[in-house]
């Protein structure tokens, strides 16, 4: 190939002026294509800092390769001599490289394209395709995040309404937080692990005039959010996901449904082992068991989980049957399905006032229902009346937040974990933001307002 010239957009290069080009085979006796060449005169010898031309210091490092992309279905390397320049500024420091990030082996339309890929595959699939080891693809992924968000903190501009929750990544109650911004719908800041100390540190990136300007903060019940929003931002209306609240009624239902059938599975016992002393020996043929119908009503307790946790429009006829048998063999069942019900409707209304009439006439049946877990449920949502008269009064809701939550999982699950949690924020930034990276050599109209200098670089 001593007579053929690669153009420098095909390899992925700018700025780059090719001198010579050889094929070489490693170990396993793979073909790769070494490019030899040097800087424009105007693109080398340039502070990486203030881009100022400068003298060249010293030449240490001879023959520097970077990982570009693939020319001819072969690895393809591009290689020169790298100089240090002495800025009266910064000081002794290595010349600025137009086509790759600092500290990094490889290109950067390389890594964007690495990158891309890793939001659509597996590491695994990534690291096959682009021929570069499992780790590395995170250690891109972490280059590739930083270059395209060199300020993090532009993400808190204009905050106005978010959401907080917390998902697990790992085993052994290893958790992340996750914030939200609810009007774009993207991840703004990713902590590991979750309590008050976490949370702080989100507060804590944020100037006076970014919290001022959050007006409502939406999540579950947890007081670590709860002491945070009277610590940071306490002007803030606290709102409480709905979807949180009826789940806490939906636990304290199958919580009832499962001391239940126990109960009847202990009466049931009791009653096989008076019929046996009565009646030593097999029943005869054709004789009805006695226990017929204590079976029955325990077999109907235990397969009636989905029929009580659906909403009644949405349940099937067999379900519909099941729950009309509880309703009329089971009294406290019956009442403890009809105060999740009763909790779930306060949420479907607009108006704050009737909302709050009902919701006081549901705490007081709850108070004298005499169904221990509801009792304790009563507690917790008086503590919480006036997050979730906020959330009706002003329609707030997770449910974007549970999203997000549900495409991190997903993340996590096609990653097969991650080793490094560091890489594991920056793959839910690019993914659950509004970072879009640009493939090379294509046109990217949504690209505009992101960097007006990755045209130039790519």
Known sequence: ?????????????????????????????????????????????????????????????????????????????????????????????????????????????????????ARRADRTTVSVLMRISWNTVGSIIKRVKDFMEPDERARFNGLRHIGVDETAYKKGHKYITVVVNLDTNTVIWVGVNHGKEVLSRFFELLTPEQRASIETISGDGARWIDACCEKYIPHAVRGIDPFHCVEWAQDCLDSVRRKEWQEANQELKKAKKEQDKREPGRPRKGDEDPLKEQKNALREIKNSRYALSKNPENLTENQQARLDIIMSTNSRLTRAYQLKEQLRLIFKLDNVDEARMYLHKWMSWAQRCRIK?????????????????????????????????????????????????????????LCCSDIKIPLPNRNYPHAKGQKAFIKQMI
């Not at 992309?69 to 002794?92: N, Q, S």
């Open 373 to 429: 877990e509801f009792v304790e449920l009563r507690r917790k949502i008086k503590r919480h009346e006036e997050a979730i008269l906020s959330t009706i009064e002003r329609g707030l809701s997770s449910s974007k937040v549970e999203a997000l939550n549900n495409k991190i999982k997903v993340i996590i699950k096609r990653s097969y974990g991650f080793r490094n949690i560091e890489n594991l924020k920056a793959m839910v930034l």
């Open 1 to 117: 190939m001593a007579n053929l010239r690669i153009d420098n957009k095909a390899l992925g290069v700018k700025r780059f002026k090719e001198l010579s080009n050889r094929i070489v085979y490693d170990k396993k006796g793979n073909r790769i294509l070494v490019i030899k060449g040097r800087l424009h005169k105007n693109a080398g010898c340039r502070c990486p800092k203030c881009r100022k031309k400068l003298s060249i210091y010293d030449t240490p490092t001879r023959n520097r390769r970077w990982r570009t992309l693939d020319a001819f279905d072969m690895p393809t390397y591009v290689v020169m001599d790298v100089h240090r320049v002495l800025c009266p500024e910064h000081g002794i420091v290595t010349e600025d490289i137009p086509f790759a990030l600092p500290g990094s082996g490889f290109t950067l339309p390389f890594e964007l394209q690495t990158a891309w890929l």
